[in-house]
């Protein structure tokens, strides 16, 4: 599996500016694609004003909202603050940022309320991810409860102008969780994957025994996830993000949390696109490519070097392309 794994990856070719609109199909070998309805039901979510945060847009109108009843964790309700910038009717952008979520995600801000975006910020009070025992997988219902909730009550469920998603890292793997086990393809018009999503395979970022590097468009990237997967995941001692010793029952559940088993992969009006850096690479980079590939709709997967002055997860001159490309993708398409 490894093998297959390490030659996929390699396929995608050379550095630069590569993008294809081709299926993808199950270039990882091992994963089933499944093009069934996604099986997650959502949670429900209350809303109240709030004061913007620090970081979120000066003319921002800001709520907080409270999600629960998700699936697996109905009891385990957790809040978010909300930024909505008014638009003057090209559509609407919703913003998920990196790590746990705490943060706001504003590339490309100022271009898309210039072309008349209305855009929403997701600012998460604790970390996303974290629930008492469940995984990621779980604890994703969360922001795809919000997408929904954005979709019904801000964008007025307007099917004649786009509803799109924009992720940083961790933000991105709240995108890829909604469209693969969540049914946001039915709701998402555009997605720009940002450095991501980190959680394509769990398994093959936290098994020290699985390969170290892949090759992604002509260079050596890590694929080892961070420690602090062993709380989100809620991993049991003496079973750790990287080790050698993990049980064949931890590894699998890991495997089954992941975005790209199980889930959804064929979004037929929905339009994907990733942008990902090359150029010293955290697991982001190798772990996008993963989900590309199981994607059978159109997708673009766009990789960038230390030529376009991208380092780590930041995109460099990618970061402009892909504002460029969500003001051109952000069209209705359902």
């Not at 069934?36 to 000066?58: D, F, I, N, R």
């Not at 020290?208 to 890590?222: D, F, I, L, M, W």
């Not at 929905?270 to 059978?296: K, P, S």
Request: aromatic share 6%.
């Amino acid at each position: 599996m490894r093998a297959a794994l390490l030659a996929a990856l390699a396929a995608c070719g050379g550095s630069g500016h590569a993008g294809s609109d081709a299926p993808a199909g199950d270039a990882a070998g091992d994963v089933a694609v499944s093009d069934a309805p996604a099986s997650s039901a959502l949670g429900t979510v209350s809303a109240t004003p709030a004061t913007c945060p620090q970081g979120m847009p000066a003319t921002a109108q800001c709520q907080t909202l409270t999600v629960t009843d998700c699936p697996g964790i109905e009891s385990e309700s957790i809040t978010a603050t909300v930024g909505v910038l008014a638009g003057s009717g090209a559509g609407t952008i919703v913003h998920f940022s990196g790590g746990g979520g705490e943060g706001v995600e504003n590339t490309g801000a100022q271009a898309y309320a210039a072309a008349g975006f209305r855009q929403v910020f997701v600012a998460w009070a604790t970390d996303w991810e974290q629930t008492t025992s469940a995984g990621i997988k779980t604890a994703a219902c969360r922001p795809a409860t919000v997408l929904q909730w954005a979709f019904d009550t801000l964008h007025g469920r307007d099917r004649t102008k786009g509803f799109c998603g924009q992720g940083f890292s961790g933000g991105s793997g709240q995108l890829g969780y909604a469209l693969a086990t969540y049914g946001m393809g039915a709701v998402l018009d555009y997605v720009n994957e940002l450095s991501g999503p980190p959680f394509a395979r769990i398994d093959l970022g936290c098994d020290g025994n699985a390969a170290a590097t892949a090759t992604v468009c002509g260079a050596s990237v890590t694929m080892r996830l961070p420690s602090k997967l062993d709380s989100w995941e809620n991993i049991p001692a003496p079973n750790s993000c990287g080790a050698t010793t993990n049980t064949a029952t931890e590894i699998a559940r890991w495997r089954d949390d992941s975005i790209a088993v199980g889930g959804v992969y064929a979004y037929p009006n929905t339009r994907v696109e990733f942008f990902d850096c090359t150029n010293q690479a955290t697991a982001v980079t190798g772990m996008a490519q993963l989900y590309e590939m199981q994607i059978t709709s159109t997708t673009a997967y766009h990789c960038y070097s230390q030529a376009d002055g991208c380092q780590g997860e930041g995109l460099g001159s990618g970061a402009q392309q892909a504002v460029a490309a969500m003001q051109a993708g952000c069209v209705a398409r359902h």
